[in-house]
């Protein structure tokens, strides 16, 4: 899992290198995560990369009713998570990348259970691994890194030092 977060970080040091009139102009969150995409897409060769992708091979993405961010429906709520590596037609779920800017003060919680429910193989066909990704113009403020339907906190531990260490943010 770490080689994966490693292109995650390269993938971040090259948006931070060439990316800072976002931040400057303070443009949306959906921008970001597609700029983000691009250079996140350099570093998966034979992966498809994309942003906002409700589907998994057929099926539509929905977390389980009754979910804490479930709606009435009684498929469940769908979701659509900001960025994917993956291959479409399997489907192979690699990395869910949920992207937050840092003056974007509502709860967390919403991005959390996502990404919870993306990586639990319990729910459906998971994802490998979930990043949290907080970002602000200099850097990642807050990083978590989800495996198996929840936080794991030594990579996230991990990661938040490689990312200070990277010059992207602060070890925590």
């Given at each position: ?15 931070y290198?060439?990316?800072?009139f ?12 597609h ?18 992708y409700d ?7 929905h977390?389980?009713h009754?979910t ?10 769908s ?5 994917v590596v ?6 192979n ?21 996502k990404?919870m429910a993306?990586?639990d ?21 807050t990083?978590?890194?989800y ?12 990661f938040?030092t ?9 070890a925590?």
């Open positions: 899992m770490q080689a994966e977060l490693n292109k995650v970080i390269a993938a971040l040091r090259d948006f290198a060439h990316e800072a976002l931040f400057e102009k303070d443009i949306g969150e959906r921008a970001i995560t700029r983000f995409a691009v250079y996140l897409e350099r570093q998966f060769s034979g992966w498809a990369v994309d942003c906002n589907r998994l091979g057929e099926r539509t993405l977390l389980p009754g804490i961010i479930s709606t009435d429906d009684h498929l469940g709520k979701i659509y998570p900001d960025v993956h291959q479409r037609e399997i489907p779920n690699l990395l869910a990348v949920e992207i937050r800017k840092a003056s974007n003060h509502t709860p967390l919680d919403h991005d959390q259970h990404l993306m990586t193989a319990h729910i459906w066909f998971a994802y490998w691994i979930g990043v949290l990704l907080v970002l602000d113009r200099r850097g990642v403020t990083s978590e890194v495996v198996g339907g929840l936080v794991e906190q030594p990579l996230s531990r991990w938040a490689r990312l200070g260490e990277s010059g992207l943010g602060a925590r």
